[in-house]
């Protein structure tokens, strides 16, 4: 699986989620390796979402994101909520793996909010894993302050940016 | 008069990207010579008055107009352009006030070394610039740049350079600099070139492309297409190649691209990010930082690849780096007393001290080519761009915006180079100051530009 973000942005495109509109579409596509398996539901019946699709992820779970305070990266109680409800839709589909990214606001260097959204997508992984999510069913990659989902310059806007985000692949 | 010859350097001549503007001899100027040694001493850091003098600096004319594939399609045209840029270079810098070809009366070609004093004394240019375009029998051009002092009726200081018509420019910019070097004291800087990342697209969704552009913005060129996320460039001292951070395949890490061959390589084989490279002055090492489980430390890697040296082992994030000029020691960037502040550490990783203590965090350190300062993000409130010296002493703040960050130095330490971003819309722009914090301007860049990287002067 060397291409977990690739794929999950192809699944949210595809899926049109509103709360993946920031993912990255336009990553280089590798050529002849790729195959993505979609789990787009063919059939257009108001049946619910696929299980074990992102859309189902996304309907089970409290929430597929985790919110930090400034410079912050430890996982609060609301998040810990989160968080066991995103590790319950794991225990159920045990092949599904998951990416999580880690995002900052745009008050911060560029290089340190790289490894700032790093700390804060492992501090999200590490608590997924106290629950007994297998490691290797989780990969990690920060975005730095390079794709925010509140476009404000305010506190409102840096509050909804630092965060890190559960996508699920294959 | 003395022959001076420009001798290139064999690794030099290798490196496809560059192209050596040749020094050759020059006829001498009827006017008396002034003693070299007698030149104006100050720093830019200071208010002096060689700052305000009035540079005459006449269209450079031409012993036969030919035609040439440099800009303006002869060489008579092409003198005009040449004084234009040298002219634009001198004046956007804030750090004279010249008078360029447009506003001046022409010269005749035998005036060039023999000027007529007087008519410049009546127009109050206390220097004046002249110089020459040749075509020569090999397609090459010869420039002739002269700088005499209008007062003292003397010649200051005169070369000759030899170049291809495609590098013209490289021409005007060694005449900027020799005048600039002679008047200031200062070593030279204006040709030089800037990495950077040009950004287009909305606040969520930017596309950022590696490019690279002389100095002034002239010869721009995108490297990277936009498709992969690129940050963070910086030229190796020769040139020849730019480590960058990209998202390729989707992940950070940290590449190197050839510019002659358009070639770029992983510089490290991981399964964790890696980010914010460096180089050494050298070019033989590479610094980054990588995130293991979320620590983040500094290491260093050969430049041609291999085995990777831990610096750093703090439990924070340590990121960044920037060597000294010798080599020696290295400023970086550490969290581990709760916020962000610059460190110096040996070039190995040991005796890590901690330097600033200004009270609010410090960020993205960039020593000095000179080494006497180190430039940086201050950041309390608003984000400004600061110096410091190397003991954490003397810190002033250059900039007042609310986003300037990530300096990076002239060739001759003597200008900082940074981004602004403009609060909301999240529009970036790449501006200079000079260390006196005064003469502040955007550079113009055909998009928007963030994350410069600017490199030595060319040989």
Not at chain 1, 43 to 53: D, R
Not at chain 2, 236 to 244: A, G
Request: glycine share 10%.
């Amino acid at each position: 699986m060397n291409r977990p973000i690739l794929i999950a942005g192809l699944a949210a495109a595809t899926l049109s989620l509103g709360a993946c509109a920031s993912k990255p579409k336009t990553l280089p596509p590798e050529p002849g390796t790729t195959t993505t398996t979609q789990t787009t539901a063919q059939n257009t019946q108001p049946a619910g979402p696929v299980p074990g699709s992102q859309a189902d992820f996304i309907a089970s779970v409290m929430s597929d994101t985790v919110n930090f305070d400034t410079d912050r990266y430890n996982i609060d109680a609301s998040d810990q909520g989160i968080l066991q409800s995103q590790a319950s839709w794991l225990a159920r589909y045990p092949n599904k793996s998951v990416t999580i990214e880690g995002h900052c606001d745009e008050r911060g260097t560029r290089d340190y909010n790289i490894a700032l959204g790093e700390r804060r997508a492992n501090s999200a992984k590490n608590y997924l894993v106290s629950l007994g999510v297998n490691p290797s069913r989780i990969t990690v990659v920060s975005y730095g302050k390079e794709r925010p989902l509140a476009l404000g310059s305010d506190e409102e806007s840096y509050a909804r940016n630092r965060r890190a985000v559960t996508v699920t692949i294959n | 008069m003395k022959m001076r010859f420009l001798v290139l350097a064999a690794g030099l001549v290798s490196a496809p990207a560059l192209v050596a503007a040749q020094q050759t001899t020059l006829p001498s100027s009827t006017a008396a010579q002034a003693p070299a040694d007698e030149g104006l001493t100050g720093s830019v850091s200071d208010e002096n008055e060689w700052q305000d003098l009035g540079i005459a600096i006449p269209a450079f004319p031409t012993n036969a107009s030919v035609a040439t594939a440099a800009e303006g399609g002869n060489t008579e045209a092409l003198g005009r352009n040449v004084a234009r840029v040298v002219f634009n270079d001198l004046r956007n810098n804030g750090l004279f006030k010249p008078v360029g070809p447009d506003q001046l009366p022409a010269v005749a070609f035998p005036q060039v070394a023999a000027p007529t004093f007087d008519t410049w004394r009546g127009r109050s240019a206390e220097m004046l610039v002249q110089g020459f375009v040749k075509a020569n029998d090999d397609g090459k051009l010869t420039v002739g740049c002269y700088l005499y002092d209008v007062a003292l009726g003397s010649e200051l200081a005169r070369q000759g350079y030899v170049v291809k018509p495609e590098e013209w420019r490289r021409a005007a910019h060694k005449c900027a600099d020799m005048v600039y070097s002679r008047l200031s004291g200062e070593s030279p800087f204006f040709d030089s070139k800037i990495a950077y990342i040009a950004e287009t697209g909305p606040k969520d969704r930017r596309r950022k492309q590696l490019a690279i552009m002389d100095s002034d913005g002239a010869n721009h060129r995108f490297i990277t297409n936009g498709q992969a996320t690129a940050l963070t460039p910086r030229y190796s001292p020769d040139y020849s190649r730019i480590v960058y951070l990209s998202y390729l395949n989707g992940a950070p890490r940290i590449y190197v691209y050839n510019i002659g061959t358009g070639q770029q390589t992983l510089v490290t084989q991981s399964a964790n990010p890696t980010f914010a490279p460096r180089w050494s002055p050298d070019g033989r090492w590479i610094l980054y930082s990588m995130a293991i489980a979320g620590n983040t430390d500094i290491y260093r890697v050969p430049a041609t690849g291999g085995q990777s040296t831990r610096l750093t082992d703090s439990p924070g994030i340590d990121v960044g780096g920037s060597y000294s000029p010798d080599g020696s020691k290295i400023v970086f960037e550490s969290d581990r007393s709760g916020s962000q502040q610059l460190y110096v550490m040996d070039a190995d990783g040991s005796n890590q001290k901690r330097i600033s203590f200004f009270g609010g965090r410090a960020a993205t350190p960039e020593w000095s080519p000179r080494g006497d300062q180190i430039a940086f993000t201050h950041i309390g409130g608003n984000f400004r761009i600061a110096v410091t010296d190397p003991y954490g002493k003397g810190m002033r703040f250059l900039t007042d915006s609310w986003q300037d960050e990530a300096p990076t130095w002239s060739p001759n330490g003597r200008i900082v180079q940074f981004f602004r971003t403009e609060r909301g819309s999240g529009k970036t722009g790449i501006w200079q100051v000079d260390l006196t914090g005064r003469n502040e301007r955007k550079l113009n860049t055909p998009v928007d530009g963030s994350d410069p990287a600017w490199g030595p002067v060319l040989p």
